[in-house]
């Protein structure tokens, strides 16, 4: 679990610096595509490029929370507000996307002329590039930490440097007269974005209302699995769990004797925990009731 924690730092500053980064290249890009070039694909990946850096500050604000300790109003912790951090940014690519299709629209119907196509191309092959190196080394170190927020950031990155990647191929078929590339790259954009910010929805949504999904219910099989071999257990009855954040938290049921004692059943408790985290480092809470049986 520390490691979790230490990991949440590092994400927050990396978070924070994709914010600045992208935010830059997009504001770069959306005047060079209105103003001088043109290019609803240029004009459409800084828009992109914007909505990803207020993604990027819109995790790096959650993950702040995310480190907050559990207090009187908040009696599990904040975990749960990396999952609203997740909603709020898919949100916003959302917003962005619904305006990327309105002008590409505009532009497949009456195509116009892309200007400075060269500039255009070096702006966005630098940001194709920085991005998806960041978006490839915030994968790398992120990929066991569980956090969909983490993942979402990551992911929007890569996305946000295919989206450049794409925009530099519209760029050099409008600068040999191909004009309807610049809105078929848009509409392309703009699919990408919308499929990636349903499916973060999704997820977040799920963990909000405590809905336990495949690998949940594999979990819950195992750990039950695991409690009924413990020396004293007779039975595992109920095992309830629930996703916060990275981390797991759950209740389970077992019968004993009723004759065992507090000291007894104490040991029995602790080993379920230990065995349960062995298997599951990402258990952070694991509360293990106990139902008189018959006596020994």
């Known amino acids: 679990m520390e490691k979790s924690k230490d990991f949440v730092k590092n994400a927050d500053r990396l978070a924070e610096i994709t914010a600045i980064i992208l935010i830059g290249f997009g504001v770069t890009q959306i005047i060079l595509g209105e103003i001088f070039s043109k290019s609803v694909a240029l004009t459409a990946n800084g828009f992109d490029c914007v909505g990803d850096g207020f993604v990027s500050a819109v995790v790096w604000l959650g993950l702040r929370f995310f480190r907050k300790p559990a207090d009187r109003k908040f009696h599990y912790g904040y975990y749960k507000m990396e999952n609203l951090a997740s909603i709020g940014a898919a949100g916003v690519m959302l917003v962005l996307a619904a305006y990327i299709i309105f ?11 892309v200007q400075l196509p060269l500039i255009g191309m070096f702006v966005a092959l630098t940001a194709a590039i920085v991005a998806l190196t960041l978006g490839g080394y915030k994968y790398v170190r992120g990929k066991k930490s569980k956090m969909s927020s983490v993942r979402l ?31 078929i790259v848009g509409f392309i954009i703009a699919g ?105």
């Open 103 to 113: 002008r590409s629209y505009n532009q497949f119907i009456d195509p116009v002329a």
């Open 153 to 183: 950031d990551a992911f929007n990155t890569v996305k946000d440097g295919t989206t450049s990647g794409l925009t530099v191929v519209a760029l050099i078929l409008s600068s040999f007269g191909f004009y309807v590339a610049d809105a």
């Open 192 to 296: 990408i974005i919308v499929s990636i910010g349903f499916a973060a929805i999704k997820e977040s949504s799920y963990m909000l209302v405590d809905a336990c999904d495949g690998y949940c219910t594999l979990q819950g099989t195992e750990i039950k699995k695991i409690t009924e071999e413990v020396k004293g257990v007779k039975s595992a009855q109920v095992v309830r769990l629930r996703r916060a954040g990275p981390f797991v938290q759950g209740e389970i049921e077992i019968n004993v004797s009723s004759d065992m004692s507090v000291r007894e059943l104490d040991e029995v408790r602790k080993k379920i925990v230990e065995l349960s985290k062995k298997k599951y480092p990402d258990i952070d809470r694991l509360t293990v009731t106990a139902l008189p049986g018959e006596k020994e």
